[in-house]
């Protein structure tokens, strides 16, 4: 069973393979180090892994921003998605949220050993959902609050907890800054917060 590997930390991606390879399942059949190098080996690809596990911070990236990408490609091939298993250090509920929203599997904290990371791959194969405990925990105790949004604003939330200005989130967003504007408006009068910084602490 293929497997693709996005994560730009080459330590850690030689215990994965290792991890994979040794079930005598799985086999790494790519490896990414960058947004721009997933992108590509998937546009190359004759055929898609049946799975892919996708670090959330690369680098400078967005690691997220690659679930769109291949939403839009598996439709315009007329081909399945194959599940996506997000892993990230960080433990940001927001984060864990957008990336679900995004059409991600399942969440995996690095935090996590080969049995979880195992049990991970095996949950969401099977057509579940899978999210660390710890996790889960977070989720369940923010979920009134994301809730409240709507996919694009949350898209806005996500940037501005990066700090970018509104410029920034605009070019990111791909849309006009008074838009942006009304996005940040709009999430100011859901949340009843004022400022950027208030934001960024949920």
Request: hydrophobic share 40%; proline share 3%; glycine share 6%.
């Given at each position: 069973?293929?497997?693709?590997?996005?994560?730009?930390?080459p330590?850690?991606?030689?215990?994965?393979?290792?991890?994979?390879?040794?079930?005598?399942?799985?086999?790494?059949?790519?490896q990414?180090?960058?947004?721009?190098?997933?992108?590509?080996?998937?546009?190359?690809?004759?055929?898609?892994?049946?799975?892919?596990?996708?670090?959330?911070?690369?680098g400078?990236?967005?690691?997220l921003?690659f679930?769109?990408?291949l939403?839009?490609?598996?439709?315009?091939?007329?081909?399945?998605?194959?599940?996506?298993?997000?892993?990230?250090?960080?433990?940001?509920?927001?984060?864990?949220?957008?990336?679900?929203?995004?059409?991600?599997?399942?969440?995996?904290?690095?935090?996590?050993?080969?049995?979880?990371?195992?049990?991970?791959?095996?949950?969401?194969?099977?057509?579940?959902?899978?999210?660390?405990?710890?996790?889960?925990?977070?989720?369940?105790?923010?979920?009134?609050?994301?809730?409240?949004?709507?996919?694009?604003?949350?898209?806005?939330?996500?940037?501005?907890?990066?700090?970018k200005s509104n410029?920034?989130?605009?070019?990111?967003?791909?849309?006009?800054i008074?838009?942006?504007?009304n996005y940040?408006?709009?999430?100011?009068?859901?949340?009843g917060?004022?400022?950027?910084e208030?934001?960024?602490?949920?």
């Amino acid at each position: 069973m293929e497997v693709l590997l996005i994560d730009d930390h080459p330590m850690l991606n030689a215990g994965i393979v290792s991890i994979l390879e040794q079930t005598g399942i799985f086999k790494v059949c790519a490896q990414a180090q960058s947004l721009k190098e997933a992108i590509s080996v998937v546009e190359k690809s004759e055929t898609l892994p049946s799975l892919i596990i996708l670090d959330m911070l690369l680098g400078e990236d967005n690691g997220l921003d690659f679930l769109p990408m291949l939403e839009k490609y598996c439709h315009n091939k007329k081909i399945p998605k194959p599940p996506v298993l997000v892993c990230s250090a960080l433990g940001d509920p927001f984060k864990i949220q957008a990336a679900f929203n995004s059409g991600a599997a399942g969440f995996l904290s690095k935090t996590g050993g080969k049995e979880e990371l195992l049990k991970a791959i095996d949950t969401i194969l099977s057509g579940k959902v899978y999210v660390s405990g710890e996790v889960n925990i977070k989720l369940k105790n923010n979920s009134s609050v994301y809730a409240k949004f709507s996919k694009r604003e949350m898209d806005v939330i996500d940037l501005l907890k990066m700090n970018k200005s509104n410029k920034q989130i605009a070019d990111s967003l791909h849309i006009n800054i008074r838009t942006v504007e009304n996005y940040i408006s709009k999430i100011y009068f859901k949340t009843g917060y004022s400022s950027r910084e208030e934001v960024q602490r949920l």
